[in-house]
């Protein structure tokens, strides 16, 4: 109801009379000054003035699901969303989720994590109302040892959204992580739960930093802020990355995997350059040839020999 | 504390007076009494004398944690335990720990189960104190793709298990179920949860047919009690599959998968046999020749080509 009540007032830029709302939405006037309130306590600012109606000065930026969902157009991504305030981490409450037989395309969001999970149980700095951090869980079908593909998906994915949500243009770093100007601008995580032979569910968590200021962001980090010179919807970026990720979900269940790898070599910073990779106390230095069909970097090393990784944390040299 | 007194009392067949005990433990009487009163709520028959003493007449079939911890002699496998009377699952009871950060070697043990599950979604039937219900949280240094290895690992380990502990022989089914002439006694599970290139945990599960009586199981089925026509002690069986496990375990971290390959073939009921295989919505038929290093079953076919799947459900033709 209180979608409907804002659709009514978004579409006008004046005032809309509280009788008008009423009827149209066929709930009593009261039923409706209670919304209203509501509406007020979430964050926006609706002025109302005596004879004239009701009328929304201002929207806040958050990322409550009726926001997300208007003129989302996804299919399943997205469609059912769990929105909290603060989450130690929104993986631990997907875990839960998951394990509670939540639906493929569940989303979780938080405002802000107290403990928010990067790669390799490294931290994710998530301030109230700056990033975006989100957990999506899949049911792919799938084997455990194909998901890896998943991780590449999501990266392409959120590359295409930023280019078309923000006109910037990120680059993506093996395996996973998205730079601009060689900075970190999201990280991406996707944690497999599975029998031996069966997925259970593929939780794809990204955490991207948005509106964060320069000075709150460590050195090698970045911001969409930082890079625009301007604020970033959330919520506008959001629904493109649900829509790009569900794209090429769909695509992926038809066709298979070489239009994301096909997408990924595009618009990556990581081939064709000189690297060391650290894996299980030891790193391979050498060129980055390509990628494999099943995610793995191929790195031809000084001696001439090719060598594939699976896993580890890249460093690009020079 | 209660453990303490336990012990004091198996050591004599006969009274104990309470003023031995309580100087004994260095606790008062009314203490004494207190503990007393509580292990009689928990099944314990302690017979009271006046001028004689305490006497335990007997234990209930219980699966506490002092019981199990009894000479148990593991490093780390079961060492913490989570007991519960009922659970949904002790899958879902390990999921929760395990994102939460339990430490590798915690078990989990209900006496009955309300959704027990089995390998594929399916149901394992869990009537109260009549099985094993157990889940384990490992953290194997290895990559998610090694994983399969434990399923083979917890099949041996069982069965080594029983036989030192009741007796019985039971041959593994692949993957990873066991049979008693060729009715199923024990279902194991293994879960993954896994960044794309690394264990978070893995949960070994087993349900145990142990005390269940014949008329309540369906005709594929069998207990202990119905091969050996007696009860079986199951904390005594699940401190052998724990040492079992444990050993193969260490071994595994440190010699590697062959020794493990190597058990699995000699007590398996699959090799050499004609087998179907259902998987993904085919199935394919052919003579079953071995097992590879990461457990998948080597087929060969009416055609002589050899194909090797890594999942499914196994039908033993003749």
Redesign the interface.
């Known amino acids: 109801m209180q979608d409907k009540i804002l659709n009514l007032l978004k579409k006008k830029e004046s005032y809309v009379s509280g009788e008008d709302i009423s009827s149209h939405l066929n709930i009593s006037r009261q039923a409706l000054w209670k919304h209203i309130q509501e509406l007020k306590d979430k964050g926006y600012d609706i002025e109302a003035v005596p004879h004239l109606g009701y009328r929304l000065a201002s929207s806040p930026d958050r990322l409550f699901e009726f926001e997300v969902w208007r003129s989302l157009n996804t299919k399943t991504f997205g469609r059912k969303i769990f929105y909290y305030d603060t989450l130690t981490s929104t993986i631990?409450m997907a875990?839960?989720l998951g394990?509670k037989g939540a639906a493929s395309g569940t989303l979780i969001l938080a405002e802000s994590q107290t403990k928010g999970r990067g790669?390799?149980g490294r931290d994710w700095f998530s301030p109230k109302y700056k990033g975006l951090y989100m957990s999506l869980i899949l049911r792919p079908n799938m084997?455990?040892?194909q998901?890896?593909i998943?991780?590449l998906l999501a990266a392409v994915s959120i590359c295409t959204a930023l280019k078309s949500s923000t006109g910037i243009t990120s680059q993506i770093k093996w395996?996973n992580d998205l730079l601009v100007n060689n900075k970190k601008l999201c990280g991406i995580?996707?944690?497999?739960?599975?029998?031996?032979?069966?997925i259970?569910f593929v939780i794809i968590s990204a955490g991207i930093n948005v509106n964060n200021d320069k000075k709150s962001l460590i050195s090698s980090a970045t911001s969409l802020k930082e890079q625009k010179k301007e604020e970033v919807s959330r919520v506008t970026l959001l629904q493109e990355i649900l829509r790009e990720l569900e794209i090429n979900y769909l695509f992926l269940e038809k066709k298979g995997a070489s239009q994301i790898l096909e997408k990924w070599r595009q618009s990556n910073a990581t081939l064709g350059r000189r690297v060391k990779v650290y894996?299980q106390h030891k790193h391979i230095e050498g060129e980055a040839l390509d990628i494999d069909s099943d995610?793995g970097l191929l790195i031809r090393k000084d001696n001439g020999i090719t060598q594939k990784v699976?896993?580890?944390d890249v460093v690009h040299c020079r």
């Open positions: 631990d875990m839960d394990v790669r390799l084997l455990p040892t998901a890896s998943l991780t395996p995580l996707t944690q497999v739960i599975a029998e031996t032979d069966r259970d894996c995610g699976m896993s580890g």
